[in-house]
């Protein structure tokens, strides 16, 4: 094995240390104390969990952190009228609404009615424009800290070739978005693209966010290429039980690459941490407050 590992899990550790000092500055002198609302509507297990990961993240960072547990047949009336309360309470600073959100619900509707400076996730229709136009804006956190991860590994990004696999609203597009605001010259692929391989060869910095096991394997790697592994997939291990695994084929891929990121322990972690960022730097916008450096795009 060549590669570097980027090792996810103490960075993201060394982010929320960040945070943490932010909140106690900000509550020593100002006398505020960042609020993150989750709302998850519904019993769906993986979001229970991520949602108790994300309460105790924000609480161990210095944070208050409300969570709104609603039944699985919450009429849309009724979320929009506590996501119209979250927006006018003051202590609320950021506010999530755990997705997928169940059938008869209107994702878009419902995250748009966010107030774009409480949007943590950065998924609000104003906050990708402002991405998309190189703009301050919320930004979602996934992509983020595929970002922060890079900037520390390389320094300067600029005119690196960057090949995102995937174009999701939530990873792929505001990943390359991201990108090419650090100066690379980027290329979204997905499902349709010709010659993935060839694609992926052409690249310094990979970016897989697919959602298809260990789909890509290291003779689709340049040597030396930066691989940022976005995937988190279960599958079934030969001798019974599960494991998580990337997009990746992380052995083959770390024979080839500079640099790779693992799953889990590399994303993942990052994930999170960049939730409580995002929260820090909605309160220091909503209050006129001075925004911790490094922590946002
Ligand atoms: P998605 O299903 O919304 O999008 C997947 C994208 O992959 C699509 O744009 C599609 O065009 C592309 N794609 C599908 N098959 C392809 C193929 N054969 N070749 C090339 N492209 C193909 O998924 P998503 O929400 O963007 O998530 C992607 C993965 O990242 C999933 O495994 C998800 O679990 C994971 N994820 C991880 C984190 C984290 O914190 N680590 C956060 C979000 C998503």
Known sequence: MSAQIIDGKA?????????????????????????????????DPA???????????????????????L?????????????ADLNADKDVHGILVQLPLPKHLNEDLVINSIAPEKDVDGFHISN???LGTGQKSMVPCTPLGCL???????????GMNAVVIGRSNIVGKP???LLLGDSCTVTIAHSRTKDLPAVVRG????????????????????????VIDVGINRIDKPEGGTRLVGDVDYASCAEVAGAVTPVPGGVGPMTIACLLANTVTACCRIHGLVEPEGLTA
């Open 175 to 177: 990943m390359a978005q």
């Open 203 to 226: 690249a310094d910095i990979v970016v897989a966010a697919v959602g298809r096991p260990e789909m890509v394997p290291g003779d689709w790697i340049k040597p030396g290429a930066t």
């Open 148 to 158: 922060m991860m890079l900037r520390d590994y390389h320094g300067s990004l600029s």
């Open 128 to 130: 990708v424009g402002l």
């Open 71 to 83: 039944d699985a047949d919450t009429s849309q009336d009724d979320l929009l009228k506590l996501i």
């Open 11 to 43: 960075f993201a550790a060394k982010v929320r240390g960040q945070v943490a000092e932010h909140v106690t500055r900000i509550k020593e002198e100002n006398g505020i104390t960042p609020g993150l609302a989750v709302v998850l509507v519904g019993e």
């Open 47 to 69: 979001s229970q969990v991520y949602v108790r990961s994300k309460g105790k993240q924000t609480v161990e960072a210095g944070m208050n952190s409300y969570e709104h547990k």
